[in-house]
């Protein structure tokens, strides 16, 4: 029978942005020392590389570097081994004639890949940041950025140009102002054509026919001379593609040739991405390293850029391909948006900056000619824009999404901390950003589950309501001596408020459960036997052997479980006076269990995503149809109630397997 949902109390707090789930450091950070700032300089002979080591044991860092750019070129190349000391970091120097790829006119991507291994992890994989460079036609000086793919394009231009030299403050923050004819000042709009044509020299022509060299595999260079037309795929700012496309008519214009030897070609893209938490035992993107992903239902068009011809705009499809199309011999370009458009429920993922106003997107130029394969696949660099919309990009294609038609999510790409830990959910935004404002920690756009579990809260704010919630942990308080069941492991203050094994109140549990779930379900294919997700936080687990100290904390990210049961809360955490209570990972595993049943029957046992926000609204407000708001508090009772309602109705004995499944699984898993 169901009762009435229990009432709001008072000592409860809450707002309507969940904080606190961003990744906390990883045992080592690696960046890319830019001076004199760190975001934009002129260097010459080598560049810096910095390994911190945060732990209280020596560490040892596998490091290499990963270059992308020229025409579609990716070259790894290794650095070395280092032994860091405990609590200590070091500076290695990095010639710039050693760097993989060269890029003449336009940037080249170079990140730094690798591994760290300690006293109680091995092989972990490193967060670093990207390094933008662009060379001199010299190959002795090179333009940097770590921030901004177009910072280095200005310095180029205004170390080669005096006219635009004086215009560098406009050029990087408002390309398209520079060319503005300054001496028909009464004609607004008016463009200066001697300006845009050198801009189209200077700026379109390096991106469409790039220039430079590459290492190949015997250590050697090979020079690309401009005579392909290609590019490397790197993300640009809105600005930039917009001044790229107001620049397209002012270069040299022929007639592109007829359609001849290929004739019909399919134009594929993908996203080209590296997760620090990929590799955990998941079965999607579950491989350490660089990988590709369809840029499935991204907003697309397809020009010459000889002629101007539009030849396509939409979305790609759910292989991240265009149509086929009848493209005569020439060079185009992919243009790819910051936005995805999921075409059943019209859910949409676009990509914004700080202000807002801008956003990242992509311009890759491609050629066709007799050779031309069938499918022409083209691939991003890995980036803040392609690893969060990889991950909108694999969600489009999961099995009851849970998704309310119609709703726009904005992935708010920050340069900022995101409210003190790195990410949140609010309804406006799903920000992902730095630990903190120093930008000397990992972006969190590089943890894939930390992404996933945002959207979770954003799916389920809009599918039943976010109810009241409070991470402090229930009276009576946890004891100081009960440290599995607090986060006083996790580093920084910001994410010590709730982690994966801490003792909540059971909605604040429930809801951190349910998003981690979210963010499992996203990377696990459900044929599997198996459910991991790669925790962002530090786990500490119970030892048997080791020393004077009885736990053991591992560092992010942690393979993680999300389908085996650990009853944390009544193994470690139990206190038979509290009816409240919760922890994270008990709910996350449930969830994964009643929504995805490990049996024959699983079709019968199975609670849809439609179920269950119908499950928690009855829950929060006794109705199939009121949202959760944070006047509710719930507890697993509410649940329970609410889950007799949905399946059993008013009867006194219920037969629905779907009802018995779930009720055994709260107890199998401790949420009960």
Sequence with gaps: MQTAPSQPSQDIV???????????????????????????????????????????????VDLGMHGFGLDQRRVLSPIGQFVVAAQDR??????????PVQSIGTPSQIDLVGTSSGEDWTDVRLATNSLFIQFAPNFEQAYVSTRSTWTPVVLGLAASNEDLALDYVGLRDDPMSVLVDRTHASMTGAVDTARAELLYREVVV????????????GGEFVEVLGDV??????????????????????????????????????VCAKYGVEYVDSGMGESILGTTGFQTYPARNATASIRAVAGLQLYWSSNLDANGCAPYLNLPNGGYLLAIKGEQVEPNNQVRFINVKDNEAQSYSWSISFSVDASTPLTKTLTTTDSLGSRAHTVAAVLYGTEDPGFTANKTYKFLLSENECGGAGAYSDPAHICLGHRDSSHSNPHMTQWKFVIGHEIGHSVERDG????????????????????????????????????????EYAAAAWQEGFAYFYAAKIFNDPQYSSC????????????????????????????????????????????SNDTNAGVEWDWMT?????????????????VSMTDYYEI????????PSGMCSSSHTVTYQDFQDALWAKYCGSGIACLSARYKHAKSMAILHGVD
């Design 90 to 99: 070091i500076e290695t120097q990095i010639r710039l004639e050693d760097l």
């Design 229 to 266: 037309v290609g590019s490397g795929g790197l993300a640009m700012e809105s600005t930039q593609v917009e001044l790229l496309e107001a620049l397209l008519p002012y270069g040299e214009q022929e007639e592109p040739e007829q359609p001849t030897g290929r004739g019909l070609v399919k």
């Design 206 to 217: 390096p991106l469409v026919r790039p220039r430079g060299r590459y290492l190949d595999d």
């Design 14 to 60: 809450s707002n309507d942005d969940l904080r606190g789930d961003g990744a906390d450091l990883p045992p080592v950070l690696v960046r890319w020392m830019v001076r004199p700032s760190d975001d934009a300089a002129i260097v010459s002979g080598f560049l810096s590389v910095e390994i911190e080591n945060n732990y209280d044991t020596d560490v040892t």
């Design 532 to 575: 991991y997700i790669g925790y962002g936080k530090h786990v500490l687990h119970p030892v048997i052997i080791r020393g004077w100290d009885p736990y053991v904390s591992y560092p992010p990210p942690v393979p993680t479980s999300c389908r085996n049961a650990v009853q944390w809360r009544k193994r470690y955490c139990y206190d």
């Design 616 to 623: 928690k609204r009855r829950a929060c407000t006794g109705s």
């Design 464 to 503: 039943a309501g976010l109810a009241k919630r409070n991470y402090e942990h229930p009276v009576p308080t946890v004891p100081d001596s009960l440290k599995l069941c607090r986060c006083d492991h996790v580093p920084g203050s910001g994410l010590q408020s709730h982690c994966l094994q801490s003792r």
């Design 590 to 606: 449930f969830f994964w269990n009643i929504h995805h049943p490990n049996d024959s029957l699983a079709s019968s046992k199975r």
